[in-house]
């Protein structure tokens, strides 16, 4: 059964940085993309960025919202993807999750149960 | 970016009855060469992560049941419910994935009248 696990959110002040961790199970970690998107409290859901495959040199796509202040790693050996947050904004509150897809022209198919980063003093 | 938009913010219909959602895009999602349109159908529920309804417009993802269909192509799409059951009250949003950023449309919120 495939299963992606969100981990690592809380409480933190704005400027701060926080780590969340998306490990998956079920499947080869390491063919799959890792795709994260959020949701801040009473909206949408709002794309972050992904990492692509090792093979394809993990190339690394951000929304413009959080680019220069987030990024990805993955160590496909512990099927686990990051998401570094730093400089952490108070419009950075939501519930995070992480998702699994295919490639270039798939779609994201499993999503963790999210994780809720909440920003302020 | 490519924006994508929803007909609708809320809809309430009775159960047993059709729902309808249409989704239009700023530019063609058609990708030519493999005659695909990149984009996708999650219903979301409070609480629950996204679960994937559709993609490449119309292709049903398994164990969805049969009474949602999508279609459309280029920059119009549509998801429809045949007839509405209790469970299928959610938001639905409709996502592209052929550009860079991916977008979300805003969100359609079905509940039951």
Known sequence: EVQLVDSGGGLIQPGRSLRLSCTGSGYNFGEYAVIWIRQPP?????????????????????????????????????????LQMNSLRVEDTAVYYCGRARGSGWPTDYWGQGTLVTVSS | DIVVTQSLDSVAVSLGERVTINCKSSQSLLYN?????????????????????????????????????????????????????AEDVAVYYCHQYYGIPWTFGQGTKVEIK
């Open chain 1, 42 to 82: 009473g909206k949408g859901l709002e794309w972050v960025g992904l990492t692509g495959r090792k093979i394809y040199g993990e190339a690394t796509v951000f929304a413009a919202s959080v680019q220069g202040r987030f990024s990805i790693s993955r160590d496909d050996s512990r099927n686990i993807a990051y």
């Open chain 2, 33 to 85: 060469s493999n005659n695909k349109n990149y984009l996708a159908w999650y219903q979301k529920k409070p609480g629950q992560p996204p679960k994937l309804l559709f993609f490449w417009a119309s292709t049903r993802e398994s164990g969805v049941p049969d009474r949602f269909s999508g279609s459309g192509s280029g920059t119009d799409f549509t998801l429809t419910i045949s007839s509405l059951q």
